[in-house]
């Protein structure tokens, strides 16, 4: 059964800082993996979808890498900015039309 | 990317009464879609596969007579909890593939927020 993990839970840096999220899962066949960002009281917004033949997949001052051999994908943000407090939620499906199956997410918080 | 639209977005309603949520897939068609339910602080729990045209898959746990999973085109699938009862407050989130063909993007709704009183 596949678990995913995000680790820490909760996450606070001052403003313009480069910081790296983590994420990790215990069964390398995965199909994608996919970083969200959930804002209080609102739905998923995909951030980046990085395919199982990807190492990394960039938008703007996001990167995401993918090592599945070790089972890991790192989202970078880049300069931090007040705005990008929310949570962070990885996700991994081990077929195109299979289930997401997702970590807890880290609620991050940029102090200005 | 593409957009998924839920309706409405909160409610509140007595308990014993039924609630419907919609879900559509504004700019693509979704032969499957997908319906969550997240508890404050926690991430989300699948509830069911939403399948255009047929029955809907449910997880294991979620009852089935309780939130009847309706996927009539392929553009729309409908959430309704019957006879809704406190517990059943709850954020409910769907979501549906869309994107790049075969890359399996999800990309979900904004969410419905219910409460039962």
């Known amino acids: 059964k596949q678990e995913v993990t995000q680790i820490p839970a909760a996450l606070s840096v001052p403003e313009g800082e480069n910081l790296v999220l983590n994420c990790s899962f215990t069964d390398s066949a995965i199909y994608n993996l996919q970083w969200f960002r959930q804002d209080p009281g609102k739905g998923l917004t995909s951030l980046l979808l990085?395919?199982?033949?990807?190492r990394e997949q960039t938008s703007g001052r996001l990167n995401a890498s993918l090592d599945k051999s070790s089972g890991r994908s790192t989202l970078y943000i880049a300069a931090s900015q007040p705005g990008d407090s929310a949570t962070y939620l990885c996700a991994v499906i081990t077929g195109a039309n299979s289930k997401l199956t997702f970590g807890k997410g880290i609620t991050l918080s940029v102090r200005p | 990317g593409a957009v998924v639209s839920q309706h409405p977005s909160w409610v509140i309603c007595k308990s014993g009464t039924s609630v419907k949520i919609e879900c559509r897939s504004l700019d693509f068609q979704a032969t499957t879609m997908f319906w969550y339910r997240q508890f404050p602080k926690q991430s989300l729990m699948l509830m069911a596969t939403s399948n255009e045209g047929s029955k809907a898959t449910y997880e294991q746990g979620v009852e089935k007579d309780k939130f009847l999973i309706n996927h009539a085109s392929l553009t729309l699938s409908t959430l309704t909890v019957t006879s809704a009862h406190p517990e059943d407050s709850s954020f409910y989130i769907c979501s549906a593939r869309g994107g790049e063909r075969g890359t399996g993007e999800l990309f979900f709704g904004e969410g419905s927020r219910l409460t039962v009183l």
């Open positions: 990085i395919q199982s033949s990807q």
